[in-house]
């Protein structure tokens, strides 16, 4: 099972969507930057995976850094990341996947979808 984590990260908080591979959205929150938002984000992901194989798990996440402790986290995590600036969605639309409606809103929906988007090079 394949799980896909747009995460729109501000100063104090992570906007974050969870989406299945058909670009479904599954869940969604704001969580607080540190200790206690990875932990939610986690169980998060958990429920969504359910019981799913552990061997056949892949959770992909679409983020705009490339550095810092929370994103050391979701590595630590063993998911995938992926760094997906406001550039790379223009790059990803001018390849015709439409994706982008290039609100601010939507940035977390956007990383997702780009993902999804991309999901059949990430296998």
């Excluded at 906007?15 to 990875?38: F, N, Y």
């Amino acid at each position: 099972m394949r799980l896909f984590v747009g995460d729109d990260w501000a100063e104090d908080h992570h906007d974050v969507e969870l989406m299945d591979v058909a670009g479904r959205v599954l869940a969604k929150a704001r969580l607080p930057e540190g200790i206690a938002g990875m932990t939610r984000l986690h169980a998060m992901v958990a429920e969504q995976l359910g019981d799913a194989d552990p061997d056949e798990a892949r959770v992909l996440v679409g983020i705009e850094s490339d550095r810092g402790p929370w994103v050391a986290a979701l590595a630590a995590a063993g998911y995938d990341l992926t760094f997906i600036t406001g550039s790379g969605f223009a790059r990803v639309q001018r390849c015709g996947l439409q994706i982008c409606r290039w609100r601010p809103a939507d940035l977390r929906t956007n990383r997702a979808r780009s993902l999804v988007g991309w999901r059949t090079f990430a296998r």
